[in-house]
């Protein structure tokens, strides 16, 4: 299926790694332009060089915390400067604590929301604007399988989750009358750097090895694996095409069938 993305604008909000980087090149893959956003320089420019070299797309890069209230803004106010016009903003930021629910401080809490809610909000909210202006644009937040069905030991991620795909209906349905599409993609375990790290920190913490820690989650999997990140990045660009053109509101689960609901 040609998702004819070719010459679309698309911003990539946490672009420099995990699923952020893998939406990068299938992005451009598909002949998307690309501005690519998160905090660390080095990896924005590395992720770049590497999207220009293997597609050949014109690939801007602006280094930004979305911690700060305007952060979004800024990263939405430097893709227009660059190409004038924003088609696609995927959201992929953030990260959350875990751990046994009356043992989990405030901060904890706090700093979940404050990153995996209000940074792709804030994302959301600033893409709004210029697509509302352009009678067209597709918003893609990467959210995760925990909104759905929640962990246990997993809740300030959990929790985070389900209030963005909240708002990502929320938004959904006020901007469906300007031709602004809005959705999400929940993955499942998938093996980014983060993830990669997360098990081999519960390994050295319980002292069970990688292969044991990993078995406890993918127990769980009917597919009996994790994901990979462009398996992820597929179901993004298929979000922010025509070929999802009556599409909004809605997720997709990609987490090899760990959802215990009909989808
Ligand atoms: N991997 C999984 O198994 C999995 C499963 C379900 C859901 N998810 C969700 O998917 C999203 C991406 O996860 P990932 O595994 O790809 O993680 P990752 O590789 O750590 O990517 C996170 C991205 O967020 C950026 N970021 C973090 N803090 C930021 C800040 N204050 N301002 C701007 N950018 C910031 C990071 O770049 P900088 O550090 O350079 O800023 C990075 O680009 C997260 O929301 C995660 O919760 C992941």
Known sequence: MDLDLRGKIALVA?????????????????????????????????????VRVAHGTDVATFPQDLLETDGGDKAVAATLSEYGRLDVMVSSVGASGGGIFWEIPDQVWM?????????????????????????????VVIVGQL???PHPRILPS??????????????????????????????GP?????????????????????????????KDIPMGRFGEPDEIARHVCFLASEAAGYMTGTSLNVEGGWIKAPG
């Open 190 to 218: 998938s093996r980014t750097e983060r993830w990669n790290r997360l098990m081999e920190n519960v390994a050295r913490d319980t002292g069970q090895t990688v292969d044991e820690v990993e078995a406890g989650f993918t």
């Open 147 to 149: 909104g759905v069905q």
């Open 158 to 187: 959990a929790t985070a989750n389900a209030a963005l795909l909240s708002a990502v209906k929320g938004l959904a349905d006020e901007v469906a009358g300007d031709g602004v599409i809005v959705n999400a993609v929940n993955p």
């Open 14 to 50: 946490g672009g420099n790694k995990g699923f952020g980087e893998a939406c990068a090149h299938r992005l451009a893959a598909e002949g998307a332009k690309l501005l690519l956003t998160a905090r660390n320089e080095a990896d924005l420019e590395r992720v770049a060089a590497a």
């Open 111 to 139: 700093d979940s929301f404050a990153l995996k809610f209000m940074a792709n909000l804030r994302m959301m909210r600033a893409a709004v604007h210029p697509m509302r202006e352009q009678k067209s644009g597709r918003m």
